[in-house]
């Protein structure tokens, strides 16, 4: 994050009125520091105030200095994937449940933001995925994600095959409901209920999670965050396929379409109260057991 | 079984034209042990014996003793389901590769369904299910599978959410890809690969299967096959749902549906080769250790 | 349970001075309703009234009608295995921690068990597991099991190999850290943790899991409650290997040894307060989502 | 590997006398070379050449440059502890079951040795651990591992109970059979039985992977290889603990006691024949799909 910072966005969950007062209590907070503040355009009407300026999502980026985003871990993953190319730092507020990405409490809004601004806070450098769909030699679409690229099955067929390679060497031929490349941040969410581990939030891998694999030794693997992973789809028939980004988005695949996940070039920075546990997070999340 | 058959029905895998041959063979086999032989409408097109009438698969149940059904386990249940109302017993002769439901190879089938014929062979009662779907106090659609009933996620969405309850009684709430009832037979399919137990051929009980579960601890129950489980649709929103069976039919869900599934009242008679066991099965197609 | 009840068994977990004045209070209440009461030996000296005798935990089964277990589940399966031959229904308070058998509170004590001797209560029967260990040909241990009859390694060797039979049909060769036959009741403790399925709670039936098993495919089964399942301890060598009754209680194992494993005949009677659901306590020990 | 080599090692599977031909062709082999050759004091009797000296096992790696082990992935395992202070590259020759270490058919021992002493081979870096015990502030114990580093139960009691820290963070309490630290390469034998995730062998990164935890959320996490474990052991009571390395050797624990694990300074490096690929001995040993 910069050391000195001009202007702050603000995005809300979409269509979420009640979120309106907070935004507006946060908005006059940052302006009464002299602050600039730009809102994307749904919350910039909520919020209703002449000095917010409303901004699409997909350019806003290019205007601020941090993110300030209230709403749950899938509004963080929104965000996430339509500031990737501008190098942002994030700042999560929840809505009143505690997310792995929003991990400020309502209540604390003011305070934790302020501690921010003051410049105690804590940064973690996360790495996002890129996506890219190549049929017949030509690359036909490009995506982002935060969480998780994911190959999967239509609604009805049960299975999909296809081949996967790491780096160009063959892994195996998986027959599945499909398969979830996962990124740390996207380790405790839909990969971990398929089966996968979780990764620690710093570390330099991708877990290539398959789901609902029908040759029941086809595991989890975890691979370094510099490699490519490759998969072709096979025989679909009258099948369907998509690719699915963060759960939020997907695109229709074809027969023998390849698809290519990696690293996305720019890293991700997300800006957390300092003091602040990963672990902490998943004990409560989890249910896991707390010191004695 | 009955003791004396009078009427033989063959049901070939749908498109293989190459099964045409064996069926052929099996028919001529069968007319030569001067019994009637009739065969589903396809299946008789390839056989092309003035001897042997075509019939639709829904209503051939109601002319035959015995159905002798070449394919896959997948060409197995189709014929089950078409088949249920009717108690017609059924052998399963593969097309190569072994099955759990197909368990007569290519090579011996003309041997093994002499012996059958002639008394020599081993009886299997195995129940299916029954599936309802409520709507605003109405039944909508009813259905039957022999594997699994599969209430599941569209292509999108990553998660629905539903409520379970056994025999009236709440169970819990459950926010997952979908949830599997598996009969024995199912157990080995689809609901083996979302990591349900196997389920011994004759025990008479459902394996309920979360299907990548949210909560980590919403894990597979195994209760009586008297038992009637209702799950009731919650908050779908834009996301679809949908009910399948067997993994080959499927039927549009929508939200605040209830659906029951329940054993259907007609069992189903599996005729198998005797001195057959069905973990010579499990062991060859799961790669299980051998005797030493 | 009786409809007559003369004499009420009162057995608290071992060790636990601090229980003494429950089970004094308890004693006074039940004396106070024209019962006789027989303590085991240790809760006898800690409720320290005269008309109160003391039992050996062995034989306290043949002199009462009821037991009443204070203490955890633990308490409640070593009370279960020491009763086994006499047909006691069971009562289990627990102290302060909601268990699987122990679902009455401590501060609900009198008022609950008063419900019960009105004759307000549940009763569940529920089966439990008896082993036989032969070596060369004779009988060198039985041994009864609420919970679960488990063959482990020792503490170095990472696997033991055995072969398993179900009524005497060879299932597998597994290689594995061991393997759990649980009932139901089981279903919950060990067996869950090894990744078995919950059985419901009256389900004829018991699951067979491998616990961490070198083939990956080696997965629970779930086999009828009638069955016999004979395990056969390969190639030790200088390992070693135990047969284990409810985690609580273990004997050695030799190479060539066979366990076999079946229903105990005399079934176990437990009993609850009306109205108490197992889903409920099922959805509080696992944190399973609770009605919206 | 060293461009000039001139002494090698050889070291055979423990107690199997009929490796001795395959020893002393292999010792012929080199010595034809003329390279030295010393042997593991074991297997020099068996090869019984006056030209080939015995050596201890713990003193052999300060005088090769270069240890070729036949055997199994065991004997590599006790080779790669014994050897890991002294940086010698390790190649290993399988006795007739394909290993994840011992990769080299029989049959192509002196074809594929050939290669490798004519520079034609792959070589690869891979990491061990290290772990420490301290006991009342003083380090009782140290040991090192090449698969895993295991801290388990004894024989009888069903749960152990441990904390467990990361870079000296709090993770969490766990109850559980015991628990396991991989390396990459280990994360295909124990840890994978136990639910953990495939890593590349390369990745640096450890899975830290419970072993039937009570709580079942508690599940399989990848960290740094730069990151220390320590776990605390919690209230054994009568119980017993082991920390216990590749499964081969293993220390008693007690209560109280702190036990570190880390990656080892020194790494070890394994000599494969060239294009040889490690998700070819995976498709191999798990029945993975091949390419079709």
């Known amino acids: 994050m910069k050391t000195k910072l001009n202007t702050i966005g603000l995005i809300g969950k979409y269509g979420q009125e009640q979120l309106g007062q907070d935004m507006r209590r946060l908005a006059e907070f940052l302006l009464a520091r002299n602050l600039r503040v730009i809102a994307e355009n749904d919350t910039a ?41 501008f190098e942002v730092p994030l700042v999560g507020i929840n809505q009143g449940r505690l997310g792995f990405l929003t991990d400020i409490a309502p209540g604390m809004m003011l305070e934790e933001v ?15 995925l890129h996506a890219e769909v190549m049929r017949a030699g030509k690359i036909v679409h490009t995506a982002v994600a935060f969480n998780d690229v994911v190959i999967n099955k239509g609604e009805l067929a049960r299975l999909i095959e296809f081949e996967v390679y790491l780096d160009g060497e063959f892994v195996n031929n998986i027959r599945a409901d499909g398969m979830i490349v996962a990124t740390p941040t996207g380790s405790t969410a839909y990969a971990l209920s398929a089966g996968g581990p979780i990764l620690h939030p ?38 369907r396929s998509y690719l699915t980004l963060d759960g939020q988005a997907s695109v ?20 957390h109260p300092s003091g602040r546990s990963h672990f902490d997070v998943l ?10």
Chains 1, 2, 3, 4 share one sequence.
């Open 114 to 128: 302020g501690k921010i601004l003051d410049g105690d806070f804590a940064s973690e450098i996360r790495f996002m």
């Open 45 to 85: 009407r909520l919020i209703n105030l002449p000095e917010v300026k409303g901004e699409k999502i997909e350019s806003i980026g290019e205007k601020i200095d941090l993110a300030i985003v209230i709403g749950g871990d899938g509004t963080m993953l929104y965000v996430a994937r339509n500031l990737a190319d």
């Open 202 to 239: 710093t570390l330099a891998a991708m877990a290539v999670v398959p789901v609902c694999p029908h040759t029941l030794s086809d595991r989890p693997i975890v691979v370094s965050s510099d490699s490519v992973i490759e998969t072709i789809i096979l025989e679909l028939g009258d099948q």
């Open 283 to 292: 004990r409560a999340k989890l249910h896991w057991g707390e010191k004695l």
């Open 252 to 271: 229709s695949l074809q027969d023998h379409d390849h698809v290519y996940v990696r690293k996305l070039t720019h890293p991700l920075e997300l800006i």
